[in-house]
């Protein structure tokens, strides 16, 4: 089974920006859409970037022009960059695929923003 491992998150002010990754363990299966989840305390788990097997990326509405999602196929890793960051967006972060099974999930990284 693939491990999946976040890192990246942190502490940031309204607006500012971090990057995360994702790193698998070993060869996703690309043909499968892999994502950026996010769960708020007391909220369910929200998918809110997807890339495609062809390298597109969609997103939630409520990330849309704030979020860029992308790949590298070669190291087996996603990349979540994340711009003008809201309070809102404070959540654990998750990768995980979109489609076919889903694999174990990780630890996820904790993103806070906050003055």
């Known amino acids: 089974q693939v491990q999946l491992v976040e890192s990246g998150g942190g502490l940031v002010q309204p607006g500012g920006s971090l990057t995360l990754s994702c790193a698998a363990s070993?060869?996703?299966?690309?043909?499968?859409?892999m994502g950026w989840y996010r769960q708020a305390p007391g909220k369910e788990r929200e998918l809110v970037a997807r890339i495609t097997h062809l390298g597109y990326g969609s997103y939630a509405d409520s990330v849309k022009g704030r979020f860029s999602i992308s790949r590298d196929v070669a190291k087996n890793t996603v990349a979540l960059k994340m711009t003008a960051l809201k309070p809102e967006d404070t959540a654990i972060y998750y990768c995980?695929?979109?489609?076919?099974?889903?694999?174990?999930w990780g630890q996820g990284t904790q993103v806070t923003v906050s003055s």
């Open positions: 070993r060869s996703i299966n690309w043909s499968n859409a």
């Open positions: 995980n695929q979109v489609s076919g099974v889903l694999l174990d």
